[in-house]
Each structure stands twice: as structure tokens, then as C-alpha cells.
């Protein structure tokens, strides 16, 4: 079974710095999608960013980029730019498939809590 | 227009009685889902549902069940409720062509006493 690993529970940044949350996964597969979620105290599951792991370049969206390195199964989201509303716990997540049909679901992370510092 | 939509938000009730939580998606979706997310904040799969499969997490008890009475819907059924039951429960879905993200509701959080 897939496993995914967020090693910092907590991680907390100066407003308009840059930071990094780390992701580790575990598959045995070739091809997959990686995600992370933002979850916001109004506990609503919002998307920050998708990889797809046959993609050789990094995704970015905005302020949000990832580090995805294949090889080492290591999936890193780094916000530039920090602001307060960035605020919220982050979940890496890995879409996996259910052996034999199409039903899939996402393994999830235990998610880093964001600080941000004014 | 709320993409993913599950009612009640909050619920409160007593331990043994049996209650439902509704989902709905207007995106066309083909697959839905239910996770659950304890008091730890972790996120599990609990169903996954696409028409032609209904796939349950082997950790979930069969208490829990749900009900899709067309594409749009999947209700999470949960019988005799526990106070373990206490989390917060999500419906997501998404398609399984395109870039396969999941859109989640809001979530509903079940509190047993």
C-alpha cells in the first residue's frame, strides 16, 4: 500500500518569506498523481497544486511551486511570498487505484500546520 | 453555485441512534467518495464509488454504508453510532479522466454523546 509522509507538524514563517513542506511517498507504480491541499480553519479542502509524475517539470501555480523528485519519492511545496491567508494545514496527497477497475482514492499525509508570522 | 454540497454541517446526536449525511455534486462527476478526518486532522478513505464499483476501506464497519440513488448523490448511512464515530466526515468527488483532482464539501462534523 502507498504511504505518504509529512515530517513537520508545524512549520511557521515571517510574512512575504518563503517556505517549504516536505513530502515523502511510497509506490510501487510508475505513473501517478501527487496533490497537496490546503485546509483552512473554516475546514474546507481547497487545491494548492497537482503534479503528474510522467511530467519532468515541476508545477506552479501563483505563489505555489512543488520540487517533485521522482526518484527519491519526494514531492516539496514551496510558497513564495508568504501571506496571511496562506494560514492552514497542508495535506500531500497520492492518488492511487484500487487493483482491477477504475475506482481510485487519495492517501493522505498528516498534514503540516502553517503558521504565519505578521 | 456550490460545487460539492453536504448537509447537515453539524450533527449532534446520541450514541445508538442512526443518521445519514447527504452529498450532492453538480459537476458531472463519475466518481464519489467519503473520507474521514478525526480529531487528529488525519484523512482517511472510507468509500469510493464509481457506478459500476462500490469500493469500502476494509478498516470501515459496517455500520457505515452508503446509498447512491443516482450519479449525483452519495449518502454516508451509519448505524447504532459509537463515540468513536466523533469526526468530521467529507464527501468528495471527481472524474477519472482530466486531471483527476477531487473536489471536497465542506465537510459535516458528527459529534456522538
Known amino acids: 500500500a502507498q504511504t505518504v509522509t509529512q515530517s513537520q507538524p508545524e512549520m511557521s514563517v515571517q510574512e512575504a518569506e518563503t517556505v517549504t513542506l516536505s513530502c515523502t511517498y511510497d509506490t510501487s507504480e510508475s505513473d501517478y498523481y501527487l496533490f497537496w491541499y490546503k485546509q483552512p480553519p473554516s475546514r474546507q479542502m481547497i487545491l494548492v497544486i497537482r503534479?503528474?509524475?510522467?511530467?519532468?517539470q515541476n508545477a506552479t501555480e501563483n505563489r505555489f511551486s512543488v520540487n517533485f523528485q521522482k526518484a527519491a519519492k519526494s514531492f516539496s511545496l514551496k510558497i513564495s511570498d508568504s501571506q496571511l491567508g496562506d494560514a492552514a494545514m497542508y495535506f500531500c496527497a497520492y492518488r492511487f487505484l484500487y487493483s482491477g477497475g477504475g475506482a481510485d482514492g487519495l492517501t493522505f499525509g498528516k498534514g503540516t500546520h502553517l503558521i504565519i508570522q505578521p | 453555485d456550490t460545487a460539492v454540497s453536504q448537509t447537515p454541517k453539524y450533527l449532534v446526536t446520541q450514541m445508538g441512534n442512526d443518521k445519514s449525511i447527504k452529498c450532492e455534486q453538480n459537476l458531472g462527476h463519475d466518481t464519489m467518495y467519503w473520507y474521514k478526518q478525526d480529531s487528529k486532522k488525519f484523512l482517511k478513505i472510507m468509500f469510493s464509488y464509481n457506478n459500476k464499483e462500490l469500493i469500502i476501506n476494509e478498516t470501515v464497519p459496517n455500520r457505515f454504508s452508503p446509498k447512491s440513488p443516482d450519479k449525483a448523490h452519495l449518502n454516508l448511512h451509519i448505524n447504532s453510532l459509537e463515540l468513536g464515530d466523533s469526526a468530521v466526515y467529507f464527501c468528495?468527488?471527481?472524474?477519472?479522466?482530466?486531471?483527476?483532482?477531487?473536489?471536497f464539501g465542506q465537510g459535516t462534523r458528527l459529534t456522538v454523546v
Open positions: 468528495a468527488s471527481s472524474t477519472a479522466g482530466g486531471n483527476v483532482e477531487a473536489f
Open positions: 503534479q503528474e509524475a510522467y511530467k519532468q
